[in-house]
């Protein structure tokens, strides 16, 4: 799929969420970086000062909430990526390190506390579709075994799902060795065109810095 003219991620629920996307060549993953890891404890720092509790930041999390709601997820039950990346930070347990590339997506999230996916773009075949799981359909998760999509949002290419707001996939997961990212954002269906635009910024500029890749 590198190198084509033209790609596309379709939204058949705009009546339930938005989602942003963008594409990122050129990156450089490591398994770790002091300087990302330094950011990282940075932000989380920040955030146990603003939040002593996780109920405390009801108010940042309410955002992805309605769009678990909207999509037909209570997020009591499972919570949005976002959040659980915020209630770790709260709680003082830090950050699970992946690489750079996940680990600045997870960044990223958490300055604007809505969940994300980002993917190894070669990896995916042709466009995507943001859709409804079907009956029986699933995937193999990353490091969570069998994730069952039936009636969930997820994203699917030609060879099936790959991606939801929770838990991704094993088969795009970016590796070491990933050059070219596929960076998902998802958004309450509300939101303003050009909020949306600012966290994407956000995201890919915290991107470029810790792994090199460029927008295209």
Known sequence: MSGQ?????????PDRARVGWFVATGATVEARSDALVQEIAARLSELQATYP???AAAEVLASARRLYWDLGIDPSKRRPS???????????????EVN??????????????????????????????????????SYEGIGKGE?????RPLLADRL?????????S????????????LFVLYAPKEMPEEELARHLETSARILRTFTGAARV
């Not at 003219?5 to 629920?13: G, M, Q, S, Y």
């Not at 994730?147 to 009636?151: E, F, S, T």
């Not at 790959?162 to 838990?167: A, H, Q």
């Open 5 to 13: 003219p033209t790609f596309h991620l379709v939204n058949e629920l």
């Open 53 to 55: 509790e996780p109920a």
């Open 82 to 96: 976002s959040e659980a990346l915020l209630r770790r930070a709260i709680q003082g347990k830090g950050l699970y």
């Open 100 to 137: 750079t590339a996940v680990d600045a997506a997870n960044l990223a999230s958490l300055s604007y506390f809505l969940p994300v996916g980002l993917y190894d773009f070669d990896r995916v075949d042709g466009d995507v579709t943001l859709r409804l799981g079907r009956d029986g359909e």
């Open 147 to 151: 994730i069952h999509l039936g009636d």
């Open 160 to 168: 099936g799902a790959f991606g939801n707001p929770s838990s991704d």
């Open 170 to 181: 094993l088969r795009t997961s970016v590796r070491e060795g990933t050059t070219t990212l």
